[in-house]
């Protein structure tokens, strides 16, 4: 019991003492201070968690309505390139009428033409024989029969010429 006879010892107890009673009385005011800190903390995070959440809500509501305006864009533009196409197709089909009228036209015209030269080429022909008949008529001072025979022949020959 040495130990109680010295007057550190004392001082020891009475500090041990001391500092048990501070913290007897301080020991729950300090417990409740680091839990409503703690509280307050997590009250902290809940709110920015809560915050955060409605940001995310808001992001996705409005990326939402984004995707939705570009589907609705990319609705239009594709029905915008389909009328375009139709249109292009109507132009295409009118003109292609167009050109096809022109050439038919153009066939008429050659076809006309044709015609034309080989009717003007047939009458040359039939003036030609019958002034080379009228010729050979008149050159050999033939007889009326002959003539005649001769006539019936060129007759023959302009026929052949018709066809």
Not at 98 to 124: D, F, G, H, V
Request: no cysteine; glycine share 2%; proline share 1%.
């Amino acid at each position: 019991m040495e130990f109680f006879s010295q007057p550190a010892s004392w001082t020891l107890v009475a500090f041990i003492i001391f500092v048990g009673i501070g913290l007897y009385l301080k020991a729950p005011k300090m417990i409740t201070n680091l839990l409503d800190e703690q509280i307050q903390r997590v009250k902290k995070e809940l709110s920015d968690a809560i915050e955060l959440k409605e940001e995310a809500n808001t992001l996705l509501a409005e990326y939402q309505r984004k995707k939705e305006d570009a589907l609705k864009e990319a609705d239009d533009i594709i029905a915008n390139a389909r009328e375009r196409a139709q249109i292009y197709e109507q132009a295409a089909l009118t003109k292609s009428e167009e050109i096809i009228k022109r050439q038919e036209a153009q066939s008429i015209e050659k076809i006309n033409q044709a015609e034309l030269q080989a009717m003007s080429k047939i009458q040359q022909t039939i003036v030609e024989q019958s002034i080379n008949t009228a010729e050979k008529l008149v050159s050999e001072k033939i007889s009326v029969e002959k003539s005649e025979q001769i006539f019936t022949d060129s007759l023959k020959d302009i026929d052949k010429l018709k066809i």
